[in-house]
C-alpha cells in the first residue's frame, strides 16, 4: 500500500501521483513550518495556501479517499513534510510513497534523499500539469547557442493547434506584442476584480495566519482570493467575460488606485493546480473565434501561458542548480527598507510596494519596469531581490520566480533568458502610467536634486556597466548616446548617483 504525498501546489484532481490511487492507500496533506518560512511568505500567500489545501483534502475526503491531514497547529505536527510523511508510514503500515515531482529544486533534493532515510521506495513521478515536459524542453534546448521564448512558443502552438489556421498562425504573425503596448487614456472603465467571499474554512485559517505569522510582509485583510477550483473556474470565466477584450491593449498600463487593471489574475491559480493551462487557452481562443476579444489580447494572453510560463519552467530545471548563482552584473547593494515600507518619494516605488504589500500581486510591468527596473539599475543584490520577489506575491513559487526576477528583471544571467537588460529612465514610466504626475521628482528633469532618480540612475548603470555590456547587439544606440556626452553631462550623472546611493545607504528617504 502507499502513501501519496499532495503538496500545497498540487491541489489537481488529475494530479499524476493520485492517479496512482488505489484502494488501501492513504493521500498525506500537512502545513508545516519549514515550508510556510523558508521565506516569510506574504500572510495572504499562506492562507491562500492553507485554505486551498484544507478545501482539497475535504473534495478526496468526498470521494471516498483516505487523507491524512495535518493542520499548523496540531500538536504532533513534526514541522516538517519528511517527519509527517515518516508518521503516516508508521501509522498505516505503508510501504511506498509517491509524489508528483515538487515545482522547487530545493526540495526535489530533499524528496530524493527520502528513500534512504524512511527505508522504503520513494517515486517521483512526472509533472504532467504543464504543456512541456522537463524533456520536451531539453530536446529543444539542445544545440542551440541561445534560447529565445518566442521560438519555444511557436513551436509550442503548433503542437497544441492553438490560434492556428491551415496557413499558419491566425492573422498571419505569431506575436501581436506591438499592440499591446498603449499608454493608459483618461476614461477607462476597469471592472471590479473577481472577489471571493470567505467561507468558514477559509475564515478558520485567516485567524490562524494571524496568530502564527503576524511578523510576515503584508496585509492580511481583506481576503477576496478563490480557494477551490469552483472559484478558480468562476475567475476565469470572469476575466474572459469581462476583461479580456481590453488586456491586450492595456496590458502594460499602470493607473494609480487600479492595481488589477484588465489583467486576469490567475496565475495563483494556475501556480497550484487550481486551474490547469489548457483550458485557460481554449477559453481564450474560443473568445476570439467567437468575436468576443480581438486577437492581440487573445494571442497575448495565450503567450503568457503556453510561452512564458511554460519557457520559464523548462529554463528552470534546464539550468538548475547553478542558474541561481550567476550574478552577471556583480550587482551587491543591500535591498532597500523601501520595498518594505514604501516610505519612499518615487510615487511609482512606492504605488507598486503599496499594492504589493495589500494584493500580494502586482502585474507583471509594475514588478519587471518598476520594482525589477529600480533593481537592475541601483545593483541590488541579487540572492536578496529574488527572495523578496518569492515571498511577497500570491502566485510565486521559484521556478516561476527565479527565470524572471533573475534573468528578465535583473540579466544575473548575461542574457541567458533575456537578449539585453529591460533598464529603462523616467520616461517608459511617465509614457506608461499616470505615476509621475504625483510624484515628489520631475521626470522631465535629467540631473539635480528634483531630477527623477531614474533618469540619471539609468545612465549611471548603462556607463558603470559597459565593459559588460557594450558588446550586446541590442545596445548599440544606447552605447553611442553614452559617447556622445559630454565629460560634464557624465559627471553629472556619476554625482547625481553617487549623492542617491549614499542616501540609500544612510537610510534617508528617496
Excluded at 494530479?15 to 492507500?25: I, N, P, R, V, Y
Amino acid at each position: 500500500m502507499k502513501l501519496i504525498l499532495v503538496l500545497g501546489d498540487q491541489l489537481c484532481h488529475s494530479l499524476s501521483a493520485l492517479t496512482q490511487f488505489e484502494q488501501g492507500d492513504v493521500v498525506r496533506m500537512a502545513e508545516v513550518r519549514e515550508e510556510a518560512t523558508y521565506v516569510k511568505h506574504h500572510k495572504k500567500k499562506i492562507a491562500f495556501v492553507f485554505s486551498a489545501m484544507r478545501h482539497f483534502a475535504a473534495e478526496l475526503r468526498e470521494k471516498g479517499i483516505t487523507v491524512d491531514y495535518t493542520p499548523f497547529e496540531a500538536p504532533e505536527n513534526s514541522g516538517s513534510l519528511f517527519g509527517e510523511v515518516a508518521r503516516s508510514l508508521t501509522a498505516h503500515g505503508l510501504t511506498h510513497v509517491v509524489v508528483t515531482a515538487p515545482g522547487e529544486y530545493r526540495l526535489l533534493q530533499e524528496i530524493r534523499s527520502w528513500a534512504s532515510r524512511l527505508c522504503v521506495p520513494v517515486s517521483i513521478v512526472e509533472d504532467d500539469r504543464f504543456l512541456a515536459t522537463k524533456e520536451d524542453f531539453e530536446t529543444w534546448a539542445k544545440g542551440r547557442k541561445q534560447l529565445r521564448m518566442e521560438y519555444f512558443y511557436r513551436l509550442m502552438r503548433r503542437k497544441f493547434m492553438v490560434l492556428m489556421e491551415p496557413e499558419g498562425p491566425s492573422g498571419g504573425q505569431w506575436n501581436f506584442d506591438a499592440e499591446n503596448r498603449k499608454p493608459p487614456k483618461d476614461g477607462l472603465k476597469i471592472p471590479a476584480p473577481y472577489t471571493a467571499v470567505p467561507d468558514e474554512i477559509t475564515q478558520e485559517v485567516l485567524a490562524l495566519v494571524e496568530r502564527n505569522f503576524g511578523d510576515h510582509f503584508g496585509d492580511l485583510y481583506p481576503f477576496p482570493f478563490a480557494v477551490t477550483r469552483k472559484g478558480a473556474l468562476a475567475a476565469l470565466d470572469m476575466f474572459i467575460a469581462e476583461r479580456l477584450a481590453q488586456f491586450g491593449d492595456w496590458q502594460d498600463a499602470m493607473v494609480q488606485g487600479e492595481p488589477w487593471m484588465y489583467h486576469s489574475h490567475i496565475a495563483l491559480y494556475l501556480n497550484c493546480g487550481l486551474l490547469e493551462p489548457l483550458e485557460c487557452l481554449q477559453k481564450a481562443e474560443q473568445a476570439y473565434r467567437q468575436g468576443r476579444a480581438p486577437l492581440n489580447a487573445a494571442e497575448g494572453f495565450i503567450r503568457q501561458i503556453l510561452g512564458w510560463r511554460e519557457f520559464v519552467r523548462g529554463l528552470y530545471w534546464h539550468k538548475m542548480p547553478d542558474y541561481k548563482e550567476t550574478n552577471y552584473l556583480q550587482a551587491t547593494r543591500p535591498l532597500p527598507d523601501l520595498y518594505w515600507t514604501a516610505k519612499t518619494r518615487m510615487n511609482c516605488l512606492r504605488q507598486a510596494v503599496l499594492e504589493t504589500r495589500e494584493n500580494a500581486y502586482a502585474h507583471h510591468i509594475q514588478r519587471l519596469m518598476v520594482l525589477g527596473n529600480f533593481a537592475l539599475l541601483a545593483g541590488l543584490d541579487s540572492d536578496q531581490v529574488n527572495e523578496w520577489y518569492l515571498l511577497v506575491y500570491a502566485d510565486a513559487y521559484e521556478w516561476v520566480e527565479l527565470p524572471n526576477v533573475h534573468g528578465m528583471v535583473l540579466f544575473a544571467d548575461g542574457g541567458v533568458l533575456a537578449s539585453k537588460p529591460y533598464a529603462a529612465s523616467g520616461a517608459y514610466i511617465n509614457k506608461m502610467s499616470n505615476y509621475c504626475a504625483g510624484c515628489s521628482y520631475k521626470v522631465t528633469a535629467k540631473n539635480g536634486p528634483k531630477a527623477c532618480p531614474f533618469n540619471y540612475l539609468y545612465w549611471d548603470f548603462i556607463d558603470r556597466n559597459a565593459d559588460r555590456l557594450r558588446g550586446n547587439p541590442r545596445m548599440g544606440f544606447v552605447f553611442k548616446t553614452l559617447d556622445r556626452m559630454g565629460a560634464d553631462k557624465r559627471q553629472a550623472v556619476h554625482t547625481d548617483a553617487q549623492r542617491f546611493f549614499r542616501a540609500l545607504e544612510t537610510h534617508e528617504k528617496v
